[in-house]
């Protein structure tokens, strides 16, 4: 089965992807800041990663970051913040994919 965790602050973003993947079949794991999502990361392995970008504690980029460190994981980032410059940093960060909320 499928493994994905979903990086948002906001509890209704979070279950609504939920729903839609558990449907899926995927199995989801939730972290509600930056600094948990890496702590999550550092021991468990996923098929997929869901993030926002603006959260805090530690902002989506720079967990984009971390991880690119140690996992090749495809990470979709889901955000607000939807200029030109904000997508091409997400991509030049190591993200997959960008999609604005």
């Known amino acids: 089965m499928?493994?994905?965790?979903?990086?948002?602050?906001?509890?209704?973003?979070?279950?609504?992807?939920?729903?839609?993947?558990?449907?899926?079949?995927?199995?989801?794991?939730e972290a509600v800041d930056g600094m948990q999502?890496?702590?999550i990361c550092r021991k468990e392995e996923f098929d997929l990663i869901?993030?926002?970008?603006?959260?805090?504690?530690?902002?989506?980029l720079e967990v984009c970051r971390e991880v690119r460190r140690y996992s090749d994981v495809p990470?979709?980032?889901?955000s607000a913040k939807s200029g030109q410059e904000d997508i091409l940093t997400g991509y030049a960060l190591g993200c997959d994919d960008y999609?604005?909320?």
Not at 5 to 18: A, K, S, T
Not at 75 to 78: A, R, W
């Open 2 to 29: 499928s493994r994905l965790l979903v990086v948002d602050d906001e509890f209704r973003i979070r279950q609504i992807i939920r729903k839609y993947a558990e449907f899926e079949g995927y199995t989801v794991e």
């Open 37 to 39: 999502a890496i702590e």
């Open 50 to 60: 869901i993030m926002d970008v603006m959260m805090p504690e530690l902002d989506g």
């Open 75 to 78: 990470i979709m980032f889901i």
């Open 99 to 101: 999609i604005t909320k």
